[in-house]
């Protein structure tokens, strides 16, 4: 486990090209901390390391997005609308979990028990200001 503190966005998504670097095919990383604490800022960092070019925002109209391009196919997906996943297509999650991807896991609560085990989970908190503490237990 390291805990690290970023001081802007710009260190948050340099710490993402850090988790990149260390990706493989199918692993799948949870990423979890308040509204507005930087994950997407973070995936953000991470698809850029991977050479993925448009836009990485949260998904909002679906639980998720996927970007192709980059070294690896990348998977963002944003749980934080579902409450759970019962009663819900088991498939939901499928097309976004396939094993030539990664996925990072936005609010991941409610899709416990249907995520697998996460490679890396990431827990980011606010500090003072701009500063963030984020945890990673690699
Ligand atoms: N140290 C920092 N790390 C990350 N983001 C920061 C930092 N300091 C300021 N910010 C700003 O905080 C905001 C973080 O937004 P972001 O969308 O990444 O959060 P989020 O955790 O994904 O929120 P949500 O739960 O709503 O999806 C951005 O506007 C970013 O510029
Ligand atoms: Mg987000």
Redesign the pocket.
């Known amino acids: 486990m390291e805990a690290i503190e970023?001081?802007?966005?710009a260190?948050?998504?340099a710490l993402g090209a850090r988790v990149a670097a260390r990706l493989a095919p199918g692993d799948v990383i949870v990423?979890s901390?308040?509204?507005?604490?930087?994950?997407?800022?973070?995936?953000?960092g991470a698809c850029r390391a991977l050479g993925i070019e448009g836009p990485v925002?949260?998904p909002t109209f679906t639980i998720g997005q996927r970007y192709e391009g980059g070294r690896l196919p990348v998977s963002h997906l944003?749980l934080?609308r579902l409450e759970s996943l019962e009663g819900e297509d088991p498939a939901l999650l499928d097309d976004y979990l396939d094993g030539d991807g990664v996925a990072f896991v936005?609010?991941p609560a409610a899709g416990a028990g249907r995520l697998g085990r996460p490679a890396l989970e990431i827990r980011?908190e606010h500090a003072d200001?701009?500063?963030?503490t984020?945890e990673i237990d690699w």
């Open positions: 970023s001081r802007s966005a260190e948050t998504e990423v901390g308040e509204v507005g604490v930087g994950k997407t800022t973070l995936i953000r925002t949260s944003d934080y936005e609010w980011l200001g701009e500063r963030r984020i």
